[in-house]
């Protein structure tokens, strides 16, 4: 039905996800996210499997048919791509799920992931839980280490158990790990970028990191990071584009050009843009 709502609020493309033929504009682009799949080309080539569609409705041909890329698409490649120590995968029969490699479990919510270039180590920026109060739970960026596990749901911090799930899984409890870097909880860090180019000397290897939470400012912030043998720790901090009155900063990232750029929403007044950040 007509209800005079202004849709021209919204960018076309994002109205027009939400209606479908026949039935209407059946929702409003809301808080809408993007989602992200990051993959190995290497590990589908050696798995015969053709790499990811790179269009929006594209085909994919699994198992020699022509399938919707979908969530079941996706669940049957993950399948195919987890296999045992006996190289059996877990579509097979035979296939033994204890003897698998994991990487990174208990990760609540990585919403930035990336490897830091030239290297195989992978970094997360992780989201933690709410209801735990104000100053809890820290969220963080850690590396991925080979088999390590995290805490969700079971613990945070370490080996501090989660009160709603006390007694439940004490084996996991036991194993979690402190991860790298703390962030004040609700911080809200997003997309992040290690700075890997030449325009900018003094940046170099360092770190730099979305966030949109009002409690500590909505900022980019960069770090200098050090490695102990207790993991990684900051030597420095800085925060950037704070002058701008509290843009909620999604994603930064390395352009072409070798500088920085930092993406933010459109709910803020300066918002809905992409800035340059180069240091002052």
């Known amino acids: 039905a007509e209800t005079g709502y202004d849709l021209a609020q919204f960018p076309p493309a994002a109205v027009a996800a939400f209606a479908v033929g026949g039935q209407g504009q059946l929702g409003l682009p809301f808080a809408s996210f993007p989602s992200f799949m ?16 790179t269009t929006y409705g594209g085909k994919y041909m699994l198992n020699g048919a022509e399938v919707d890329w ?28 204890n003897k698998i490699v994991q990487y990174g479990t208990g990760l609540r919510n990585p919403v930035g992931i990336t490897f830091y270039p030239g290297t195989d180590d992978l970094y997360v920026v992780v989201n933690e839980r709410d209801g735990e109060g104000d100053e ?40 979690a790990i402190v991860p790298d870097v703390l962030f004040r909880s609700h911080s809200a860090p997003l997309g992040f970028a290690f700075y890997t180019g030449d325009k900018f000397p003094q940046w170099k290897n360092n770190l730099f990191i979305a966030t949109m939470a009002p409690r500590i400012g909505r900022k980019v912030i960069r770090l200098v990071l050090n490695e102990t043998p207790e993991g990684w720790r900051v030597q ?18 390395q352009g072409p050009d070798g500088a920085l750029y930092a993406m933010s929403d459109g709910r803020e007044p300066n918002g809905d843009k992409i800035y340059r950040i180069a240091p002052k």
């Open 236 to 253: 420095n901090e800085e925060w950037l584009l704070t002058e701008l009155g509290g843009v909620r900063f999604r994603d930064v990232k």
């Open 136 to 175: 809890l739970v820290p969220d963080y960026l850690t590396r991925v280490d080979k088999g390590a596990f995290y805490g969700w749901p079971y613990a945070y911090l370490g080996q501090h158990e989660e009160p709603s799930l006390k007694g439940k899984r004490p084996d996991l409890v036991a194993r």
């Open 70 to 97: 979908s969530w079941e698409t996706i669940r049957e490649i993950g399948m195919l791509l987890t296999v045992d120590s006996a190289g059996k995968n877990a579509t097979e029969a035979g296939f033994n799920p």
């Open 38 to 53: 990051y993959y190995r080309p290497s590990l589908f080539e050696e798995a015969g499997l053709e790499l990811p569609p």
